[in-house]
């Protein structure tokens, strides 16, 4: 059964770097493409970017300029650091690991999902 | 971008009743590249449907999808009571790579 887990601070300060880790257990790393997808309370989901096995890289265009997604092959797990976060930053993070293949693209599994605060 | 606009905000129905939810994109997306989810409160989304009309593991076959092109259906046939969530459509394409529609509420009536 796959599963994944978000794990870092709840509360980061206005204008530092949000950081969160996602730690996959039953399914290898090494496949697929590993997602960061947020919701701010109450309202939508928004994409953040994916990160492939292989190193590729794809991001929000919105978000780019500060975003940054890696993995950690040996540990299982990848990572998110946001920059320069606001009060507009704060959100619900999901990490999630996307299927594609077949020219079929969706998310199959999902985190529960960490509640980051941006505030003084 | 491709902007997925779903209808109706919300819906209100009663269980039994057959839900339709309607998933519009500003530009043609391909079938495989679109896919329906579901959350509860404090809950991640769950796969619902993926290319368009293929029920994900596990999921009842009250529920289904169709479409082509830039409109696209998510039918629910007899609503149960744990039905009632809020439902997103999502579509991959090109920048952004992915992108989700803002939501369809479904309440109990």
């Known amino acids: 059964q796959v599963q994944l887990q978000e794990s870092g601070p709840g509360l980061v300060k206005p204008s530092e770097t949000l950081s969160l880790t996602c730690t996959v257990t039953?399914?290898?790393?090494?496949?697929?493409?590993w997602n960061w997808i947020r919701q701010p309370p109450g309202k939508g989901l928004e994409w953040i970017g994916y990160?492939?096995?292989?190193?590729?890289?794809n991001y929000n265009p919105s978000l780019k300029s500060r975003v940054t997604i890696s993995l950690e092959t040996s540990k299982s797990q990848f990572s998110l650091k946001l920059s320069s976060v606001t009060a507009a930053d704060t959100a619900i993070y999901y990490c999630?690991?996307?299927?594609?293949?077949?020219?079929?693209?969706?998310?199959?599994?999902w985190g529960q999902g960490s509640l980051v605060t941006v505030s003084s | 971008e491709t902007v997925l606009t779903q209808s109706p905000g919300t819906l209100s129905l009663s269980p039994g009743a057959r839900a339709t939810l309607s998933c519009r994109a500003s530009?043609?997306?391909?079938?495989?590249?679109l896919a329906w989810y579901q959350q509860k409160p404090g809950q991640a989304p769950r796969l619902l449907i993926y290319?368009?009309?293929n029920r994900a593991t596990g999921i009842p076959d009250r529920f289904s999808g169709r479409g082509s092109g830039t409109d696209f259906t998510l039918t629910i046939s007899r609503l149960e009571p744990e039905d009632f969530a809020v439902y997103y459509c999502?579509?991959?394409?090109?920048?952004?790579?992915?992108?989700f529609g803002q939501g369809t509420r479904l309440e109990i009536k």
């Open positions: 999630a690991r996307g299927h594609y293949g077949d020219y079929i693209w969706y998310f199959d599994n």
């Open positions: 039953g399914a290898s790393i090494s496949s697929s493409f």
């Open positions: 990160i492939h096995y292989s190193g590729s890289s």
């Open positions: 530009q043609r997306v391909s079938s495989g590249y």
């Open positions: 290319a368009a009309s």
């Open positions: 999502q579509q991959y394409g090109i920048s952004p790579a992915i992108t």
